[in-house]
């Protein structure tokens, strides 16, 4: 508000100091001017152009700034093709020359600012074509004489207009007469430093909400007198008076502001200039009976006259009754009490003094300020010991305050402070920004109004104990950047008041799950540096509807999209600052990633459907086993690895016992119960009975009487060069030449199948088998078989073709055991016999075949003969 005023009062005057440049997003640099690709504003500021750069111009272009350049001439052709301008400046340049025609083709020109050049005379007939000129600023040129030609009162829609220079000696009472029937927002008239002259009546004509007085009256200071008295009777927003005294301090003793009584103003300024107790004096009293109810001294060099003596008697300041007293930039604090007293402020509503650099607050002063209602003594020097003073009396000070204002200060003690405002009844805002303050050390046993309900403290260093320090009946607290890293929850279970918290650019680390803030409305945690934030930490929060929480080095996860997503879709809490300001910081691969664009999979957040999906998948996972252990049957492979597990491992005792031996038979036949008469009287007598007989193996007559079944499968099977399969439907029915075909397959366990000889007795379909005979269903389609044919004058050929398969007969080592041995102890051998229809018979080979000597079975009494039943030798 401060600047905003200032710079208002500055351009009424035309002391535009910092110009800003026209911008825009998209500009083209074809020439010395950035011209926006709407083709609506040029941008040619300080460019050192020396002439208009017209031919750079589009006809389009509605607002151009020539300011700050080297200027010396307007001439007609430079903006005749810009019949769309609207705003025109060309501020301190050198310009001495406006062509009359200059602006003939601008008829829609509303803004023209020429301040601060050198035209010797105002271009009154250039300005005639512009009929809507709403603003007009032509002070600081080098004019004599401020008089406006008739033309200008056909200016009717003129609203500001600012005129004047240095050389403008004084003012003519027909100066302004154009102006008479025009209604302006804003007047400025700068003079030169040596006023000669002043015509009562000159400012007669003028109608204005602001005027303004660039002038100064050392030489001539009854000439305010007059100024004064043509103001009477109007009515004023603003009135300003810039350098009243520019070079001297006013010692004369005429009242020369007896006339502001008469005037009407919402408030006056004095902007720079010299003042002394007497010009101060003059003014305050004159103003005590004004209407004027708002008072500005700013950038005023103030000092007590050489002769000044305190008489010891009361001020003369007693009944100064204005809304607003701002004391700005005022170079010398003895302003405060000009006369030695502060009575002059007891009337005040809103003291304002800033930038005048006081340290200390005399004791007296507090009781004087019996009406001030906002106290802003914000940028000074005020320390704790200085501003709260123990031998002053605060009981009964400062009964109206409900603002107090102390930010931009030197304090470092939250206690002082709230010992100096726990007297003051009616406070209810206090500000101590931008301070020293919140040392656990310095903060401790504060005693607070109970009616403050706005504290704000931002820009200080707290600590977090601190925290407990501060009142707990407010409404809103400002704790913004001050460096908290984290949160003490027992203040906050105080404040149950608390509405809006603001702990913007602060260090804190987490947010505390379960926050209890049953009151809390708004929220900002913006610019911290914690990565985690969950529904669970507002939910007790049942008020909240505002909450700023970006700029902060979040970990994408799905507890933060799950709470985003919750925010944003059921729209109870508003994240002002979504999106932009949410980004992921981690992990790497989402670094700077809008949190807005980070969707992670609905099963990777919802545990629940994590859980439905893992328990779903195990079953199908187990149903799936189970078919595929049923329809391959698994469990019949599991049984057999099983045993041959066990056999494996009574042969590797064995083998250490050194029971070990090299290829026993030629052969291991495998065939099944119903094929047994085929392999009798047809297989072995064929390659038993030659001159080179081969040594075979079969289950009837080889199998070690006494040992476990299995064990003699395997045995057999592994002390055999070759394994001769007799297929037959029979055999696949058979779950013995299950087994001996299985472990057939782990002999040849990753080698060729050269080992093993498949006879085929009778046709088998390969596709019929049953699944688990995958092995046998590849070799029948893969190997080479022999085929037992039916006609007799074939076989023949079938026998050449399996001695050419086993190859020729070698000697072999002899069984540990004869085969009478092996089997004239089975009467006394009990072992698990197979199903009946599979069991075997054991019997010797044709005696017409073999010279071997038949076997000859015991038959005792039933019991005896459960306990001597015949070996189960691969029942088939």
Not at 438 to 463: L, P, T, Y
Not at 526 to 536: P, Q, R, Y
Request: net charge neutral; hydrophobic share 40%.
């Amino acid at each position: 508000m401060i600047w905003k005023l200032v710079h208002f009062s500055a351009l009424l005057l035309g002391a535009l100091t910092s110009p800003t440049p026209s911008s825009a997003p998209n500009t083209t640099d074809e020439g010395p001017c950035l011209i926006d690709n709407s083709g609506h504003t040029a941008d040619c500021l300080g460019k050192q152009l020396e002439s208009v750069p017209w031919r750079q111009f589009p006809s389009t272009l509605e607002e151009i700034d020539l300011s700050y350049n080297k200027l010396q001439a307007i001439h007609a052709d430079d903006f005749l093709h810009l019949p769309q301008l609207h705003i025109l400046k060309l501020q301190f340049n050198n310009i001495s020359y406006i062509d009359n025609d200059a602006f003939k083709n601008n008829r829609l020109l509303e803004h023209l600012n020429i301040f601060n050049n050198s035209l010797q005379e105002i271009p009154a007939t250039a300005l005639i074509p512009l009929v809507n000129l709403k603003e007009l600023y032509m002070s600081n040129n080098l004019y004599k004489h401020a008089t406006l030609a008739d033309s200008f009162s056909k200016f009717a829609k003129l609203q500001v207009l600012s005129m004047g220079g240095p050389l403008v000696m004084g003012l003519k009472k027909a100066d302004f007469q154009p102006l008479r029937n025009t209604r302006l927002q804003g007047f400025a008239i700068k003079c030169s430093s040596n006023l000669s002259y002043y015509e009562p009546g000159s400012l007669e004509a003028i109608q204005t909400n602001q005027m303004g007085f660039d002038m100064a009256i050392d030489q001539l200071p009854n000439a305010l007198l007059h100024m004064l008295r043509d103001l009477a009777n109007k009515t004023f927003g603003v009135i300003q008076f810039r350098n009243l005294f520019e070079f001297t301090y006013y010692t004369g003793e005429e009242d020369i502001f007896q006339g502001l009584q008469d005037v009407t103003a919402g408030q006056v300024i004095f902007h720079r200039g010299k003042f002394n107790e007497n010009l101060l004096r003059m003014t305050l009293m004159n103003l005590q009976i004004a209407p004027i109810k708002r008072l500005r001294l700013q950038y005023i060099d103030f000092a007590r006259s050489p002769t000044f003596v305190d008489s010891g008697a009361g001020s003369s300041i007693t009944d100064l009754a204005l809304d607003n007293l701002d004391l700005w930039y005022i170079s010398n604090p003895d302003v405060l009490r000009f006369d030695w007293r502060f009575t002059w402020l007891n009337k005040i509503k809103k003291l304002s003094i800033q930038y005048v650099y006081f340290n200390s607050v005399p004791c007296d002063s507090w009781i004087e300020m019996v009406g001030v209602q906002l106290l802003d003594v914000s940028n000074n020097r005020l320390e704790n010991e200085y501003i709260f003073n123990q031998r002053c009396q605060y009981k009964g000070a400062m009964p109206n305050l409900h603002t107090f204002n102390m930010n931009n200060n030197d304090l470092t003690s939250l206690k002082d402070v709230s010992s100096l405002t726990r007297e003051f009844q009616q406070l209810q805002v206090l500000d101590v920004s931008n301070n020293k303050l919140g040392s656990a050390k310095n903060s401790r046993d504060c005693v607070w109004q109970k009616n403050i309900n706005r504290f704000i403290a931002h820009h200080n260093q707290f600590e977090s104990e601190a925290l407990r320090c501060l009142p707990t009946t407010v409404h809103y607290l400002d704790l913004s950047y001050c460096e908290l890293d984290q949160l003490d929850m027992t203040y906050f279970e105080k404040a149950t008041s608390l509405k809006e918290l603001l702990l913007s650019g602060n260090k804190i680390k987490f947010i505390p799950s379960k926050w209890q803030s049953p009151s809390m409305q708004s929220l900002a945690l913006d610019g911290n540096s914690f990565g985690l934030i969950s529904k669970e930490s507002f939910q007790d929060m049942p008020q909240l509807s505002r909450l700023r929480a970006g700029n902060n080095p979040y970990h994408c996860t799905c507890e933060l999209h799950a709470f985003v997503e919750d925010t944003v879709s059921k729209g109870k809490v508003n994240l002002t600052d979504w999106p932009w300001n949410f980004r992921c910081y981690h992990p790497e691969a989402f670094l700077n990633t809008f949190i807005s664009k980070y969707l992670p999979s609905r099963v990777a957040c919802d545990i629940r459907l994590v859980i439905i999906i893992s328990v779903a998948t195990t079953a199908a996972v187990i149903l799936i086993l189970m078919m595929i252990c049923y329809i391959f049957d698994l469990p019949w492979y599991t049984k057999a690895t099983y045993q041959i597990i066990r056999a494996k491992y009574r042969a590797h005792k064995e083998k250490l016992a050194g029971e070990v031996g090299t290829f026993t038979y030629h052969a291991f036949i495998s065939y099944s119960h119903s094929d047994a008469d085929w392999v009798r009287d047809q297989l072995l007598p064929c390659l038993e009975n030659n001159r080179n007989p081969y040594r075979l193996c079969i289950h009837e007559r080889d199998f070690m009487p006494g040992r476990w079944i299995i064990d003699n499968i395997i045995d057999n099977i592994e002390n055999s060069r070759k394994v001769i399969f007799v297929l037959s439907r029979h055999f696949v029915n058979s779950e013995w030449c299950n087994y001996e075909l299985y472990f057939a397959q782990q002999r040849a366990m990753g080698k060729t199948f050269s080992d093993v000889i498949l006879v085929v007795k009778e046709p088998i379909d390969p596709s019929s088998l049953p699944s688990k005979y995958c092995k046998l269903k590849k070799m029948l389609s893969t190997k080479t078989y022999l085929e037992w044919p039916q006609q007799v004058n074939q076989q023949a050929f079938f026998w050449s073709q399996l001695k050419s398969v086993l190859g020729k007969p070698t000697m072999t080592r002899e069984g540990a055991h004869s085969i009478k041995s092996r089997t004239s102890s089975v009467g006394a051998i009990s072992v698990i016999a197979p199903p009946v229809e599979d069991r075997p018979e054991i019997a010797a080979p044709n005696a017409d075949k073999e010279e071997e000597p038949n076997i000859e079975i015991i038959k005792e009494d039933n019991d005896e003969q459960l306990n001597r039943r015949q070996i189960p030798l691969a029942a088939f």
